[in-house]
């Protein structure tokens, strides 16, 4: 089944303004798929739209095969989370669990079960701990995993992470990343990342590249970095792994274009020996 399906899908702030024409596209359930994007691709209009908060001029979305409308708004935002860019402006209240629990209650579940869904929240990301502790001398990575467990406590089917690492040094985005990565494989819980570091977009199983509105590369990540010059166009680097296989071949060696560092240690130790 499709979790998140657009079909000819037109948007735009308004006239003149940015606009997204026709666009479709499909993230299957249990799926993790990174969206990369330069600035202003659409990247972040794209997840408003995918839980309600902007509406198309045209065509349609469904997730979970329900159409998104105002009769099915209220029901589908239950199952669609987005987590935003920056945790600060995602904290409502003072006490870690309070804000976890804020979204939720919000939704109106019940108060019996707004203890577990604390505890199943905080578990997720690590920060049983921190339960009672004041959000705001909490860390950047250790804010936004408090955000990630915010929407959590909604248990949604399908997390939206827009550029949730970005204000991050590496360590705190590898603390979200591991997160992300273990709810999808454990948790089979639908995710999509959207993401500035190429690095990240490794991890998913697919990719899409934006780009003015449209949506210009869809693949697996090997699919999508092997074509470095087409990224290139729009604006996106490659990996580090990619620009360093690209580079031992160009000086003279010959190694498979792969995206797992450890399978390209083998294939330099491979022809170190061979090759002497
Ligand atoms: N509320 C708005 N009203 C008018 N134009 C907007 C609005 N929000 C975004 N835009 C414009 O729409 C375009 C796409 O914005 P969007 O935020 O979807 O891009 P993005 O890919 O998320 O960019 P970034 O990487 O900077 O987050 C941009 O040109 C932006 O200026
Ligand atoms: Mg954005």
């Known amino acids: 089944m499709h979790a998140i399906e657009f079909r000819d899908v037109d948007f735009s702030y308004g006239e003149g303004g940015f606009r ?5 596209l499909d993230v299957e359930e249990g799926e993790f798929v990174a969206i990369l994007g330069h600035n202003g691709s659409g990247k972040s209009t794209f997840a408003r739209l995918a839980n309600g908060i902007l509406v198309p001029d045209r065509g349609t979305i469904r997730i979970f095969g329900v159409p998104l409308s105002d009769k099915t708004l209220y029901e589908i935002r239950k199952q669609v989370g987005v987590v935003f860019q920056n945790p600060d402006n995602q904290t409502v209240a003072s006490i870690v669990e309070d804000d976890v629990a804020f979204g939720a209650e919000n939704i109106g579940t019940p108060r019996e079960e707004i203890g577990r869904r604390i505890d199943f929240a905080l578990g997720a990301v690590g920060m049983q701990a921190y339960r009672h502790a004041t959000v705001q001398r909490l860390s950047g990575g250790q804010k936004q995993r408090v955000a990630v467990a915010g929407v959590l406590a909604l248990k949604p089917r399908v997390m939206i992470l827009d550029e949730s690492t970005a204000m991050l040094d590496p360590r705190g985005r590898k603390e979200i990343m591991d997160v992300v990565l273990r709810l999808n494989r454990e948790e089979k819980m639908t995710v999509v990342l959207i993401t500035h570091f190429v690095e990240e977009a490794m991890q998913a199983d697919r990719a899409f590249v934006m780009n003015r509105g449209e949506l210009v590369m869809q693949g697996t990540p090997r699919e999508i970095f092997s074509d470095g010059e087409r990224l290139l166009t729009f604006n996106l680097a490659l990996p580090r792994i990619s620009v360093i ?13 792969t995206l797992d560092f450890n399978i390209l240690a083998d294939e ?9």
Do not use: F, R
Request: with cysteine; aromatic share 0%.
């Open 245 to 257: 296989c690209q580079a031992l071949n160009e000086g003279g060696m010959s190694v498979t274009d």
């Open 268 to 276: 330099i130790a491979k022809e170190l020996v061979c090759g002497s």
């Open 20 to 24: 997204i024409s026709k666009l479709n």
